[in-house]
């Protein structure tokens, strides 16, 4: 449509002077241009206001974003320090108490000293598997002279 109305040439074909590539328009086609001229404008005007009011949507969506993150952080923290406090109190009864002994150590302990006992099981189970062995061979080669390795 935009085409018809500017791109056209008409068709006695006259240019108006002093333009480059203008046309001779009737009157219906000037008014046409205004029209369209006017109806762009509003169509861009209506254009950039939806989109400035989906910009500011936004913004403001993700400012209310911020404050709520913000105000779970200050909750987590002031969480974080009550538990905190709670702990060096509880510390501080026990030490006064004479009671103190950090727990986490002694399982650790407990743990390890676990994991060596089971190892010195193995190994001994080993050792006593291998001597078997050996007198079974033993045995073996006493029955059977003419074997003379293991």
């Given at each position: 449509r935009l085409g018809?109305?500017?791109?056209?040439?008409?068709?006695?074909?006259?240019?108006?002077?002093?333009?480059?590539?203008?046309?001779?328009?009737?009157?219906?086609?000037k008014l046409e241009k205004k029209v369209w001229k006017k109806m762009i404008g509003k169509m861009v005007n209506w254009g950039l206001k939806i989109l400035f009011e989906k910009i500011e949507k936004i913004k403001k969506?993700?400012?209310?974003?911020?404050?709520?993150?913000?105000?779970?952080?200050?909750?987590?923290?002031i969480e974080k320090k009550i538990k905190k406090e709670k702990k060096n109190k509880e510390k501080k009864e026990k030490k006064a108490k004479g009671i103190w002994e950090d727990e986490r150590k002694f399982d650790k302990k407990k743990k390890s000293g676990d994991m060596v006992q089971s190892v010195v099981l193995v190994v001994a189970k080993l050792q006593q598997e291998e001597e078997d062995y050996e007198e079974y061979c033993d045995e073996h080669i006493k029955e059977n002279p003419e074997v003379t390795s293991r």
């Open positions: 018809k109305i500017w791109g056209e040439k008409k068709s006695n074909g006259k240019k108006l002077s002093g333009k480059k590539g203008g046309k001779i328009m009737n009157g219906k086609n969506n993700a400012k209310n974003k911020k404050n709520v993150e913000n105000e779970k952080l200050k909750k987590k923290t």
